[in-house]
């Protein structure tokens, strides 16, 4: 009697516990009635280890169930033509797409809300603060991890923002408020491109939902600069049919309305369909810098036409001196894959860059020999990256894992994997009084753990030959331009991911 006893007990004990997960599980699974939606839910009392086992065995079928027709919601959507839907922070978003047809091209100001201030890294004994402004207008991003790309200038007390086909401006001591607004700047642009591939990106945008492929085209802006009282703005430019390089328009700075004119359009192109059977319209260089009173420094990429880095006959895959005045140019140096970065240390006649290799060999490289012979830098015969699998290696671009032995210059640094590499600038003793010749390189990418997605700070010695610390900072936001304001003595940068303005101050008692 006591064993049958004793069988009830245990058969009552399983029957009560079986019971209390099949509440949990249910619970956990649906979004159950109203009668479930109350403090007193037994889901509160359950540890959340227990749950999280109880969702992925005994009711993992329910689980997928949820989610089948989470995404199913989202579908119907999508196809009632009222959503988008966008990738963000590893989760789905829904945007309103009503909403971003009607301000899409048409926006007269956005809105900047700050969104979090946070430490984002301590490098003895440097202390860095990040100040996120986050803005709900702009969907242009160039990339499909990014929400909005930007690009930044700063003009006495403005800041300028190009985002898509746009320019804002804002005051320079906005930035010590929690919440602004930046204007917009009205221009001539959309009359001067003579691009089908721009236009295509901007129809397609107010489609509904829009394809994200195209909107994502390599084709657009590559860089902004204000420089004098000038602002020079460079872009894909579709010089003959189906055939394009890298140009420049100019107009005077003007927070009102900018005048663009041609400024640098050179009579080489690279067509769609050529010989050498490659084309990739992002590999377009575009960073634009001051050089000296007379010119400016231009950066073009190949397109990825290889074989163009090498040939002294064209400007593709070249770093240009341009004058300001007859648009006369020069060719500093040559054997670059995709230059996005360009820094000139004036006071030590030095030109910092930094450019995307292929599948790895991102690099950063040191010219200082402005005013010697045209520097080579390897590309497309050496080159610390590999082919990608679709692209067949051969005698032109072998990729030698050496620049010196093939009579090419080395980088002083290269990142394998690549980092997706973007601007660099120099962040003088201002900002921290340890700082001696210390440099923030940014990245693009989607993996801050090969070190996509941050800063990464260096310091090199006096003679640019070494390098005496490196750093990442991790931002985990792609980073497509950076500056420095002296004026505020911080760092802004432009956070793709998801559109919005980065302020970086410097949070260590100098």
């Excluded at 033509?81 to 590893?90: E, S, T």
């Excluded at 509904?208 to 894909?236: H, V």
């Excluded at 010989?275 to 231009?298: C, K, M, Q, V, W």
């Amino acid at each position: 009697m006591k064993f049958f006893k004793n069988k009830k007990i245990i058969f009552l004990f399983f029957f009560i516990f079986f019971f209390v997960v099949l509440l949990i599980g249910y619970n956990e699974v649906n979004d159950g009635s109203d009668i479930y939606k109350s403090k007193y839910h037994i889901k509160n009392y359950i540890p959340k280890n227990l749950k999280k086992f109880l969702k992925g065995t005994i009711f993992i079928h329910a689980t997928f169930k949820q989610k089948e027709n989470e995404i199913k919601k989202l579908e119907d959507l999508v196809k009632q033509k009222d959503y988008i839907i966008i990738q963000k922070d590893n989760r789905l978003d829904i945007l309103y797409d009503k909403f971003v047809k009607k301000k899409f091209f048409e926006i007269e100001k956005i809105e900047f809300k700050n969104f979090t201030d946070r430490e984002i890294l301590e490098i003895e004994p440097l202390k860095l603060k990040l100040k996120i402004y986050q803005n709900d207008l702009l969907f242009d991003g160039k990339n499909l991890g990014a929400l909005s790309s930007g690009y930044l200038a700063d003009f006495n007390n403005d800041i300028v923002i190009s985002s898509g086909y746009q320019f804002f401006y804002f005051n320079i001591n906005d930035l010590e408020k929690d919440k602004f607004t930046a204007n917009k700047i009205s221009s001539n642009l959309r009359n001067l491109l003579n691009n089908s591939d721009f236009e295509k990106v901007q129809k397609n945008i107010k489609k509904n939902p829009p394809d994200r492929e195209i909107s994502k085209a390599g084709f657009g802006i590559k860089d902004i600069a204000i420089i004098d009282d000038n602002l020079y703005l460079s872009y894909t430019n579709l010089l003959t049919d189906e055939c394009y390089n890298t140009s420049i328009l100019v107009a005077k700075y003007n927070n009102k309305f900018l005048k663009f004119e041609k400024f640098f359009e050179p009579n080489e192109c690279v067509k769609k369909n050529n010989e050498y059977g490659l084309f990739t319209p992002y590999i377009a260089g575009g960073r634009i810098i001051d050089f000296n009173s007379n010119e400016i420094l231009f950066s073009t990429g190949t397109f990825n036409y290889r074989d163009h880095a090498q040939n002294k006959e064209n400007v593709f895959g070249k770093i240009l001196s341009i004058n300001k005045k007859n648009k006369d140019y020069k060719i500093i140096s040559m054997g670059h894959r995709n230059p996005q970065g360009l820094f000139f240390d004036k006071s030590k006649n030095v030109l910092v860059s930094t450019e995307h290799g292929p599948m790895g060999g991102d690099e950063v490289n040191i010219n200082n020999n402005l005013a010697g012979d045209i520097e080579n830098f390897g590309w497309p015969i050496s080159s610390y990256g590999g082919h990608y699998k679709y692209h067949i290696a051969n005698k032109k671009a072998p990729l030698h894992k050496s620049h010196s032995e093939y009579g090419f210059i080395e980088p002083i640094h290269f990142f394998t994997p690549s980092i997706g590499i973007s601007e660099v600038i120099k962040i003088p003793s201002n900002f921290n009084k340890n700082f001696t010749n210390d440099f923030f390189v940014t990245s693009l990418g989607q993996d801050v753990r090969e070190g996509d997605m941050s800063i990464h700070h260096f310091r090199f010695d006096d003679s640019y030959e070494k390098i005496l610390e490196l750093n990442q900072i991790k931002i985990n936001e792609r980073i497509r331009d950076i500056i420095y304001v002296e004026r505020i003595n911080k760092v802004l940068v432009w956070l793709e991911t998801s559109g919005s303005l980065g302020l970086i101050s410097n949070d260590t008692k100098n």
